[in-house]
């Protein structure tokens, strides 16, 4: 099963990069930007005119199997959803550092030299050198702070990802032969224990939304976290009131279908229903 999570950054040819493994790969393409809650995509910032150009589809250089994200963004659970169906390339903002602990996912950044970057915009939009550099910077910045909101580092750093390629000095073909390698190489081979911690990110994704948004628990939540390993949901936190930590680990129970749960939820005074 190939998985590969890929930056977008602007004018690095990262999109020709994809189209070469397209070709060569059974996989279907995902763009995605990184969202924490469904709620949050009618809060998303829209996208600029050059970046819909730039990502319009099939008539734009995408290939004919590239399917957008709904309104082009996913959240933590659903990208680890489409990691565990398999075989896709996931574009975009957020996936390649929130898939990189995964053993089996390659996790890739395409990079060039910002004058590289530039002149790739000028050729490819006809505009002059400053409205390029102005919204490769612009798309820098954006995604520079989402990416400090939700991993506390700089998207930069190399050791957010298993590999950097520079299209400045690699031909995306070249890039694109690299990664096959990779990607077929015993480092990135799918075992039980990649199933596994794939399968436990995902249901900490799903535990952490029906923290956040479930109707029903979320105002007895503030201080209740969780952790999964090996298919076992560990409970900790703290609450007020009575009957949160039994309606908790229900709720998870339902939502997961998690079987083995590990309630350590405390319930300390005052309490709300007292």
Not at 135 to 160: C, K, M
Not at 259 to 267: D, H, K, Y
Request: hydrophobic fraction near 40%; charged fraction near 25%; include cysteine.
């Amino acid at each position: 099963m190939t998985v590969i999570a890929m930056t977008r950054e602007m004018g690095t040819r990262g999109k020709e990069v994809v189209n070469h493994l397209v070709d060569r790969l059974d996989v279907q393409l995902v763009h995605h930007e990184l969202v924490e809650a469904p709620f949050d995509r009618r809060k998303a910032p829209g996208r600029s005119e050059v970046h819909r150009f730039l990502n319009g589809g099939a008539a734009n250089g995408e290939p004919c199997n590239s399917t957008p994200a709904t309104n082009g963004y996913m959240t933590p659970e659903e990208i680890f959803a489409l990691a565990r169906r398999g075989n896709v390339i996931i574009r975009g903002w957020g996936a390649a550092r929130l898939l990189h602990p995964i053993p089996h996912i390659l996790s890739v950044r395409i990079c060039a030299p910002m004058e590289d970057r530039v002149n790739e915009m000028m050729n490819r939009l006809g505009v002059d050198e400053a409205v390029a550099r102005h919204e490769i910077e612009r798309n820098d910045a954006s995604h520079g702070t989402a990416f400090s909101r939700f991993f506390g580092t700089d998207w930069r750093d190399p050791s957010n990802y298993d590999l950097v390629l520079n299209t400045g000095q690699l031909a995306p073909e070249t890039c694109a032969g690299i990664l096959i390698d990779a990607v077929m190489s015993p480092a990135f081979r799918e075992t039980d224990a990649s199933r596994s911690a794939l399968a436990d990110r995902l249901t900490e994704a799903r535990i952490a939304s029906l923290l956040r948004n479930g109707d029903a628990i979320k105002a007895r939540t503030k201080n209740v976290y969780a952790s999964v390993s090996d298919g076992v949901v560990m409970l900790y936190g703290a609450t007020r009131d009575r009957g949160a930590a039994g309606d908790i680990e229900r709720a998870i129970r339902a939502h997961t279908g998690a079987e083995a749960v590990q309630n350590s939820i405390r319930t300390t005074g005052p309490y709300l229903n007292a």
